[in-house]
């Protein structure tokens, strides 16, 4: 051999060696990392840090890190994550930026190893904490849209402005199933239906890690879906109780949201704070393992949700002791544990478990792998840092006419007596707006807003318009009064009663006024400060709302709320409503322009609005309806009487279905209608088509939504809709628990909404 060939070899040799060493693929780069790492190194990775304590306020709205308690922590134990916001409210991205490189600096240059941190953020409709930043409407606003379109716009904008700041990690989508209007955190989910859940939470999904979920790109994030699995249905209604779920009933409707957005590819999850058939479910390894891991395939990064694994021992006395609480978590299948303070005591419980042998090193290198993977996946090990100057579309006009297009097209006009909307924009005509919600910014925009509770937008009136700011707008300030009758605190979500005695005031301008514009709803709040005991809108609400109806002029309600509260003590005096959910900063301008007519509704309830206390069932409920209940004295569909059905939305125009058609292509079942616009004006209608299993071994629900897809119509125009399904969308968790497709007659539905059915079409499995 010469000598050419020889140094070939040994060149070829040196080539194979550094593909060894330092491979590309993530799982294999954990796996070297993982050998080098010591036992304390490892607990580090696991443990999760909130950034308060390590922030100094300067008394003049900056701050300054506790550079010594933070190599503590980073240094001399390792910790591998931190999550939430300096000082606790919105910090803009020439913040954010340097904030999380020194954090970096210190993870990447001054330990043994170099690990850098992951950083995690609740950025759940936009930018909820990088001020400056494009935010959203809230996902339940988002949902009543009916259009995939902008889940996907938003995660792409959220990822884009994330990655502005630095942050590669979401904790975010909310997939819970907002099935009990009492819920606190109804309105960061898609509302009560599996499938439409399902569709807006994938692309949600893919809009912040990209279709090829490639998260180390720079302009997309890591997600991290929450809560699995039932958050949502406690008992009381009330935030972090216990729940009561039959497990077909989990698996049927609240696991597809989360499979589908898995099957999309996200990279994390964040476990449900509650509890269901009296197990935790930090602590439920049937859930956390069995489900998610063994038949989910799941193989990303599990996180607990805030302080919850040592609620098992402080507020469920499940455990004995917080070292008892630890074990039981990671025996669940926990990865990572959101501390988020005690870290000393967490990595000492944690160590101490593997020493005894109650907790393997191995079940310890399973976590660590997985959250070393995310980390190399994120490109965190090349690229710790993203920087803001890299990112000038961040909180451009062109988002912002994102967020609006959102906005506009979730308006939901839920009535319209006599045509009283759109409003005539004549000259002279007097509008007076009223109610707590018409100067309110953080009643549009929610929780999760400049600061956790939300209260913070009032801070920034640049950032978003008021009601009464927009109407008057469109219509004239000359020709808007605005007289609140009452105001919210500034900080609270209680009133000011100090403005009780502005409610004659109200009456007596509505009464000169031609049209009243009535803004009711909630103030901000966000997990269990929202807590109530009762559904129906505050009494001073309703109390405004009666005497201004009695005023005896037109009353356009506009609420701004983030679930349905009780409306019927006066809403058939009212011959207008319009739900505006939470439509954040550009809703003040949606809303104005649905007023106005500039916009023609189509926003489609993603809930059932209910009328009355006790009757919360939601649409899929298991009653017999009344066509087919043939005693009188049990009328179980009265159960079901909302005040609007899930899936209804009017629109200023007319829709008419027609030719509705069912062939077979092979495994796909298709189905088609014809939809045309009978009005005079440019519409867009969303199509709903629902099954009924007629009879099956598991009593079926009244029907269930299988399809949805829009249409934009001129007036005159006509458009053919057409759905594919498979018979395996028929299929249900039965009494076993496992999912079967049972022979026998089937109904498939056509309409707009789930009870204005336009087309029926019978079939046969």
Same mark, same amino acid.
């Given at each position: 051999?010469? !000598?050419?060939?020889?140094?070939?070899?040994?060149?070829?040799?040196?080539?194979? /060696?550094?593909?060894?060493?330092?491979?590309? $693929?993530?799982?294999?780069?954990?796996?070297?990392?993982?050998?080098?790492?010591?036992?304390?190194?490892?607990?580090?990775? !696991?443990?999760?840090?909130?950034?308060?304590?390590?922030?100094?306020?300067?008394?003049?709205?900056?701050?300054?890190? $506790?550079?010594?308690?933070?190599?503590?922590?980073?240094? @001399?134990?390792?910790?591998?994550?931190?999550?939430?916001?300096?000082?606790?409210?919105?910090?803009?991205?020439?913040?954010?930026?340097?904030?999380?490189?020194? %954090?970096?600096?210190?993870?990447?240059?001054? /330990?043994?190893?170099?690990?850098?941190?992951?950083?995690?953020? $609740? =950025?759940?409709?936009?930018?909820?904490?990088?001020?400056?930043?494009?935010?959203?409407?809230?996902?339940?606003?988002?949902?009543?849209?009916w259009n995939p379109a902008h889940a996907r716009r938003m995660g792409e904008i959220t990822a884009y402005e994330m990655r502005a700041c630095n942050i590669p990690w979401n904790f975010a989508p909310i997939l819970d199933l907002g099935a009990d209007p009492r819920f606190p955190r109804q309105y960061e989910g898609f509302g009560e239906d599996p499938?439409?859940?399902?569709?807006?939470?994938?692309?949600?999904?893919?809009?912040?890690?990209?279709?090829?979920?490639?998260? @180390?790109?720079?302009?997309?994030?890591?997600?991290? %879906?929450?809560?699995?699995?039932?958050?949502?249905?406690?008992?009381?209604?009330? @935030?972090?109780?216990?729940?009561?779920?039959? #497990?077909?009933?989990? !698996?049927?409707?609240?696991?597809? *949201?989360?499979r589908a957005a898995l099957d999309a590819g996200a990279r994390s999850v964040m476990v449900n704070s509650g509890i269901i058939d009296n197990c935790p479910v930090h602590a439920s390894r049937r859930i956390l393992t069995g489900l998610l891991r063994d038949e989910l395939g799941f193989d990303g990064v599990v996180v607990t949700d805030y302080e919850d694994l040592e609620k098992l021992h402080a507020r469920d006395h499940l455990a004995a002791t917080s070292k008892e609480a630890v074990r039981l978590g990671i025996d669940a299948g926990i990865d990572m544990a959101m501390i988020p303070i005690d870290y000393r005591g967490f990595c000492r419980d944690l160590r101490e478990l593997v020493e005894e042998g109650a907790v393997s090193e191995a079940r310890i290198d399973e976590s660590v792998r997985r959250i070393l993977k995310l980390k190399f996946e994120l490109g965190l090990f090349e690229r710790p840092n993203t920087l803001p100057?890299?990112?000038?579309?961040?909180?451009?006009?062109?988002?912002?006419?994102?967020?609006?297009?959102?906005?506009?097209?979730?308006?939901?006009?839920?009535?319209?007596?006599?045509a009283?909307?759109?409003?005539?924009?004549?000259?002279?005509?007097?509008?007076?707006?009223?109610?707590?919600?018409?100067?309110?910014?953080?009643?549009?925009?929610?929780? #999760?807003?400049?600061?956790?509770?939300?209260?913070?937008?009032?801070?920034?009136?640049?950032?978003?318009?008021?009601?009464?700011?927009?109407?008057?707008?469109?219509?004239?300030?000359?020709?808007?009064?605005?007289?609140?009758?009452?105001?919210?605190?500034?900080?609270?979500?209680?009133?000011?009663?100090?403005?009780? @005695?502005?409610?004659?005031?109200?009456?007596?301008?509505?009464?000169? *006024?031609?049209?009243?514009?009535?803004?009711?709803?909630?103030?901000?709040?966000?997990?269990?400060?929202?807590?109530?005991?009762?559904?129906?809108?505050?009494?001073?609400?309703?109390?405004? *709302?009666?005497?201004?109806?009695?005023?005896?002029?037109?009353?356009?309600?506009? %609420?701004?709320?983030?679930?349905?509260?009780?409306?019927?003590?006066?809403?058939?005096?009212?011959?207008?409503?319009? =739900?505006?959910?939470?439509?954040?900063?550009?809703?003040a301008d949606a809303v104005a322009d649905v007023l106005a007519g500039k916009v023609n509704p189509s926003g489609k309830l993603p809930y059932t609005y209910p009328a009355y206390p006790n009757s919360l069932a939601v649409y899929c409920h298991k009653y017999a309806d009344e066509q087919r209940n043939t005693d009188a004295t049990y009328a179980y569909e009265s159960d079901y009487n909302p005040e609007f059905v899930f899936g209804h939305g009017l629109s200023y125009t007319s829709f008419a279905y027609s030719g509705a058609q069912l062939t077979r292509e092979g495994d796909d079942i298709v189905i088609a209608v014809d939809v045309a616009n009978t009005g005079d004006r440019a519409g867009r209608e969303v199509v709903q088509l629902y099954s009924r299993d007629l009879y099956a071994s598991l009593i079926p629900d009244v029907r269930r939504l299988r399809r949805f897809g829009a249409v934009e119509l001129l007036p005159g125009q006509t458009r053919t809709v057409e759905f594919r399904l498979t018979t395996d969308d028929l299929a249900f968790y039965g009494l076993d628990n496992r999912r079967i497709v049972e022979p026998g007659e089937f109904l498939f539905e056509i309409g707009a909404s789930s009870a204005d059915i336009r087309a029926t079409l019978p079939f046969t499995l």
């Open positions: 051999m010469n !000598m050419k060939h020889t140094i070939a070899l040994l060149l070829l040799s040196l080539e194979l /060696t550094a593909c060894v060493l330092t491979p590309t $693929d993530p799982g294999l780069r954990a796996e070297q990392l993982l050998a080098r790492m010591t036992l304390e190194e490892k607990i580090g990775q !696991m443990a999760q840090l909130t950034i308060e304590p390590f922030v100094i306020a300067d008394g003049a709205g900056g701050f300054a890190l $506790d550079t010594a308690l933070l190599r503590e922590a980073l240094v @001399d134990y390792g910790v591998g994550s931190l999550l939430n916001v300096p000082l606790s409210e919105s910090q803009p991205a020439g913040v954010w930026g340097p904030f999380i490189g020194e %954090l970096q600096r210190i993870a990447t240059d001054e /330990t043994r190893l170099g690990i850098p941190l992951i950083y995690g953020v $609740d =950025q759940v409709h936009g930018g909820t904490y990088s001020l400056g930043s494009t935010l959203f409407p809230q996902q339940i606003a988002l949902a009543a849209t499938y439409l859940g399902s569709v807006l939470g994938r692309e949600l999904v893919k809009g912040q890690e990209g279709d090829a979920n490639d998260v @180390d790109h720079p302009e997309h994030v890591a997600t991290c %879906l929450k809560h699995f699995l039932g958050y949502s249905v406690p008992a009381s209604g009330k @935030d972090r109780t216990p729940a009561n779920i039959p #497990w077909n009933a989990l !698996m049927e409707y609240h696991l597809p *949201a989360f100057a890299d990112y000038p579309l961040y909180g451009c006009e062109e988002h912002r006419r994102a967020s609006y297009a959102a906005a506009a097209e979730a308006v939901t006009l839920l009535k319209n007596d006599g009283l909307l759109p409003l005539d924009s004549a000259a002279g005509r007097k509008i007076l707006v009223c109610g707590p919600n018409a100067e309110s910014r953080r009643a549009l925009c929610g929780g #999760w807003t400049v600061t956790w509770q939300g209260h913070g937008i009032e801070r920034h009136p640049k950032l978003c318009k008021t009601l009464a700011e927009a109407l008057a707008e469109r219509f004239g300030a000359r020709n808007v009064e605005v007289i609140p009758g009452v105001s919210y605190r500034p900080h609270e979500s209680r009133y000011d009663t100090e403005h009780r @005695d502005r409610f004659d005031e109200a009456v007596a301008a509505a009464r000169r *006024a031609d049209v009243v514009v009535l803004c009711l709803g909630e103030n901000s709040y966000c997990e269990k400060p929202g807590d109530l005991n009762d559904l129906a809108l505050d009494p001073l609400q309703t109390e405004l *709302a009666e005497r201004i109806a009695a005023a005896g002029k037109p009353v356009v309600l506009v %609420l701004a709320e983030g679930r349905p509260r009780l409306i019927s003590r006066f809403s058939a005096r009212i011959p207008a409503i319009v =739900q505006s959910y939470l439509p954040g900063p550009q809703g």
